[in-house]
Structure formats: C-alpha cells, structure tokens
C-alpha cells in the first residue's frame, strides 16, 4: 500500500469522527507521542492542520485520527518498517496562517512531512492546496467542499473526501417542488464556496420562485452586526431563509428570529444551536 492511500485511508477516518466526536480534550502536537524504545520503524510525518478558532472550527476530530493512526501502525503490513505519526498545526481558518504553518512544517529538519490533512475551511484548504503540490505533498481534506477545489488542473494533488457544495442546488430544486414554495430568502457571505451554491440555487430553481439575497461582506466583518441593529437583517416576508455562511455570523443570525425554516451550508460543529 502506498503513502498515498494511507493517506486517503486516514481522511476517511477524519470524516467519520468528524461528524461523530463530540468532546474534545487535549491533544499533543505530536501524536503518537509515547514511543517505545524498542520501536525501531522509521516515523514518517503528516502535518494535521486544523482550526482551533476562526470561522470554522474543525478540532473535533482529532480523536478519529489518533484511532486511525493506532490502526495503521498495529498493522505489520502497512508501511512495514515505518511508524505514521502526524504534527499538529492550527490554520485558524486563515490564508495567512495556514501557509505559514504548511511551509514551517515542510522546512521542519527534525520532522519533514510527506503528506498534508487538511484544512477544514476553504480560507485555509484552497491556499495550501495551490502550493502543496509543488512540494510533492498529496493533501486531503474531509470537510472542504468548494466547488473550486475539484479543478484537477489547479489542484493536482488535492483530494476531497466529501461531495462539494455545488450539488445542494438540486436538493433545494427537490424540496422547492415538493412543498409548493415559493420564495426564498438568502443571507450570504461573499466567498466562494456560498456564492457558488447562490448562483446554481438560481439557475435550478422551479419558475415563479421568487428569489432574494443579502450578501454579508467578509472584509467588513460589522456588517452583519450592523443589519441587526437596525432591524433590516430579516426584511422579508419569505419563510425559507437559507443561510450561506460559516458558523459565528449563523449564530447571530439565528438569535434574532423565532421562527424560520433554515438550509445550512456547511458543516458547523456538534451543537452549534447550544453556543
């Protein structure tokens, strides 16, 4: 089995806890941490990069990691004479941050990776992805859905473990159809990955939908706080609000009605609703 399907094989389990992990305590920044002296295997060393704050928080999975990462390693026949271990990082959902964290990592002279897990959030995933393949590193994210990321011509050596955003539209098409509605109400950040999900909902959906959006601005981050203090955040008479956003605008969006239908995009984290 080659590095690259250990790889894969590990971002598997990264989807999986991801969405079944529901605390989480302290991790060390190098797992496994306690190696015996008898264990003579060669480390090979992946960096994790997470998100410990920032829009989207993605550290909840890091127990299904460390099981992966013990499976891999009790098993004789993958990877014989080499022990898999992973360096944490935190990209804090930033361009800036996770480049840094990804080059620090690869320029490390104690331990060179050879492969990359992550990011969760497109503001770090779409950046180092560019740059990854440059360096030979095969990178997979489990919770990145960009539409962008499936350009196979841009991002040769990025692999992602979930079906993008773009295919939501159909899904709305679907519900639209079924229950007779017929008016929609969307409040967007203006990225990417909601932007394109806006832009396919409209071109699906059923005629005689009237559709309505408010996009929040990411470089003017009061901008939602500004719509709520004077009351226009929700100036619709729509009862499906859709929400295009990552988790900490949703909250404050959230708080300010009492009733509404919502789609979330996304994947916020276990019990957002109780922050």
Not at 92 to 106: G, K, P, R, V
Request: net charge negative; charged share 15%.
């Amino acid at each position: 089995m080659s590095l690259s399907d250990v790889v894969t094989f590990l971002a598997i389990f990264v989807f999986f806890s991801g969405h079944a992990s529901k605390q989480v305590g302290d991790f060390d920044s190098i797992y496994p941490s306690n190696v015996s002296l008898s264990d003579t295997r060669s480390p090979l060393t992946i960096a994790l990069m997470m998100s410990f704050s920032g829009d989207y928080v993605t550290y909840n999975s890091l127990s299904g990691i460390q099981i992966a990462l013990d499976l891999i390693n009790e098993n004789s026949s993958l990877l014989p004479g080499y022990r898999l271990q992973y360096k944490l990082t935190d990209s804090q959902c930033n361009e800036t941050t996770a480049l840094t964290m990804l080059f620090d990592a690869y320029l490390s002279p104690r331990l060179p990776i050879v492969g990359l897990v992550g990011s969760g959030c497109e503001a770090a995933t779409i950046p180092t992805a560019k740059i990854s393949q440059f360096y030979g590193l095969t990178q997979v994210s489990s919770d990145s859905s960009t539409p962008e990321l499936e350009d196979r011509n841009a991002y040769k050596m990025f692999f992602q473990m979930l079906p993008n955003e773009a295919l939501l539209p159909s899904v709305f098409k679907v519900l639209f159809n079924k229950f007779g509605w017929k008016k929609l109400y969307t409040i967007a950040e203006d990225s990417k990955l909601f932007t394109a999900v806006m832009d396919g909902t409209k071109k699906v959906l059923p005629p005689g939908i009237t559709s309505s959006v408010y996009s929040t601005i990411q470089s003017s981050p009061n901008s939602l706080d500004s719509l709520i203090s004077q009351g226009m955040l929700f100036n619709t008479d729509s009862r499906i609000i859709e929400l295009a956003m990552y988790q900490p605008d949703a909250l404050k969006a959230v708080c300010q009605v009492k009733w509404f239908c919502i789609q979330i995009i996304s994947h916020w984290s276990s019990h957002w609703y109780q922050k």
